[in-house]
């Protein structure tokens, strides 16, 4: 699928190059790792499940404002996104106390954390991901104290949205982990978001649905995976395993793994045809003279209606606005419609 030269390979993504310099592609794999490279395995289809996951949420914080790396879905495992200058510290959001706190701390997994924790760890997999804190983080040089500030601030915000968001789908947001790099001297959230990077609980039964299930051998990963995949396809009113389509990402329009799709925005106006009696339009034309507007001569009333919808170009677009029309936004017998793709997204 990838044509590119691999320029990197982790522990769950490949990156190759795309022809523009300034783009990759990031590429999904199944295999799974726990404990910083130490525990491998495969969770049989993760890629294709972390990809619709990550670029959903991706869209959906795109959508709040924002800025990350997501460009454009190619397929089932691949995107394409900016090339980043990444900063090698993960930043880490916590609500609940879980994992490496839990354990720091002496304490049961499970309680609330208000205000939550940020943590920073610098990413080496060689040293287990240490925590490290701010000032080390500057002195190293890996970040300037104003980027680690918008760092923490960017997570916090990115948080408050996905708890809000995670709840309305019956999931709790325990933690997650969260890497951000420089783009044309802009900060952009990097990486991915995915059960791989965060954990979390079902709501009612407390389960984990992330790769806590394989880092602790509780079995079911595959199938918590999907079940995370569904809420969020759901919430967002996909159809499921569309891999994506393009209600969810109005900015940078996603691409589905067989057709390429555009959103376009279209306005249409729908007028009576000429000659055809128009009793609102006469009601208000009296009502504007009674107002003291005398010389208003004639008014007609029409409707304004706003679609937005995907196609494959944009004649097929004008088609389909057209056909939709006749059918029911307009009546053919008394009224005039005209369509305007105003926009292409
Ligand atoms: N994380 C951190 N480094 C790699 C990953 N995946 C994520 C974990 C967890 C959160 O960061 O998946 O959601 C906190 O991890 P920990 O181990 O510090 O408790």
């Not at 022809?19 to 794999?29: I, N």
């Amino acid at each position: 699928m990838n044509s590119g030269e691999l320029l990197y390979e982790g522990k769950g993504k490949r990156i190759f190059s795309t022809p523009d310099p300034e783009q990759v592609v990031m590429s999904y794999k199944d295999e799974a790792t726990a404990f910083d490279g130490a525990k491998k395995g495969i969770i049989k289809d993760k890629g294709i499940v972390n990809n619709r996951i990550s670029a959903l949420l991706y869209a959906m914080l795109a959508e709040q404002g924002i800025a990350t790396h997501l460009v454009k879905v190619l397929d089932e495992r691949n995107v394409v996104v900016k090339k980043l200058a990444m900063i090698p510290v993960e930043v880490v959001v916590r609500n609940r106390l879980a994992g490496s706190l839990a354990k720091r701390l002496g304490r049961e997994e499970g309680d609330v954390l208000n205000p939550p924790v940020v943590e920073l760890f610098y990413k080496s997999d060689a040293l287990h991901d240490p925590m490290i804190s701010e000032s080390v983080a500057v002195a190293m040089g890996w970040a300037t104290e104003l980027q680690l500030q918008k760092m923490k601030e960017q997570a916090l915000r990115i948080n408050h949205i996905l708890k809000e968001f995670f709840d309305g789908i019956g999931i709790i947001l325990v933690d997650f982990k969260l890497e951000f790099g420089y783009y044309q001297g802009q900060l952009l959230l990097g990486d991915e978001i995915t059960p791989d990077g965060c954990r979390l609980w079902d709501k009612v039964s407390l389960q984990k649905m992330d790769k806590d299930r394989f880092r602790r051998d509780l079995g079911g990963e595959e199938e918590a995976y999907q079940e995370v995949a569904r809420r969020i396809e759901t919430a967002l009113a996909l159809p499921q395993g569309c891999r994506m389509n393009n209600a969810v990402n109005r900015r940078g329009g996603l691409i589905g793994p067989d057709r390429r799709y555009t959103v376009f925005k279209a306005n249409i106006y729908v007028t009576l045809k000429p000659g055809v009696l128009d009793p609102q339009g006469e009601a208000v034309k009296n009502s504007l003279h009674v107002l003291n507007y005398p010389n208003v001569e004639e008014v007609r009333i029409g409707k304004y209606i706003q679609v937005l919808l995907q196609g494959e170009d944009r004649a097929t677009a004008q088609r389909e606005l057209e056909e939709m029309s006749d059918k029911l936004l307009a009546n053919p017998v008394i009224e005039d419609y005209r369509v305007e793709i105003v926009e292409v997204e």
